[in-house]
Nanobody
Framework: VQLQASGGGLVQAGGSLSLSCAAS????????MGWFRQAPGKEREFVAA????????AYADSVKGRFTISRDNAKKTVSLQMNSLKPEDTAVYYC????????????????WGQGTLVTVSS
């Protein structure tokens, strides 16, 4: 599967942004999907994940209650709605696909998109 993330940009603190990840291939619904982010000088970290059916999701504590992950298997897309954004949310956001369902581990994802930059100004 190939992944293409989009939707990043510049937003003020407290604002909202929606990221989207479009997948190619015929087996999108067999993949658990995740969003990760990497801030300058830091390691890539887990943000959110969703199961193949969309019934189960997991979030990093730092984004819980502010971010929502969703997917549309018919359209082969996974989205990340980000509300109440903070300057510390500034990072390159990556979508990823893996076979394990909901996983917070980078190592469980074998397919990665190119990343989209989110900048939150204070």
């Amino acid at each position: 599967v190939q992944l293409q993330a989009s939707g990043g940009g510049l937003v003020q603190a407290g604002g909202s942004l929606s990221l989207s990840c479009a997948a190619s291939g015929r087996t999108f619904s067999s993949y658990g999907m995740g969003w990760f982010r990497q801030a300058p000088g830091k390691e890539r970290e887990f943000v959110a994940a969703i199961s193949q059916s969309g019934a189960t999701a997991a979030y990093a504590d730092s984004v819980k209650g502010r971010f929502t992950i969703s997917r549309d298997n018919a359209k082969k897309t996974v989205s990340l709605q980000m509300n109440s954004l903070k300057p510390e949310d500034t990072a390159v956001y990556y979508c990823a696909a893996g076979y394990l369902g909901v996983s917070i581990l980078l190592s469980q994802y074998g397919h990665w998109g190119q990343g989209t930059l989110v900048t939150v100004s204070s």
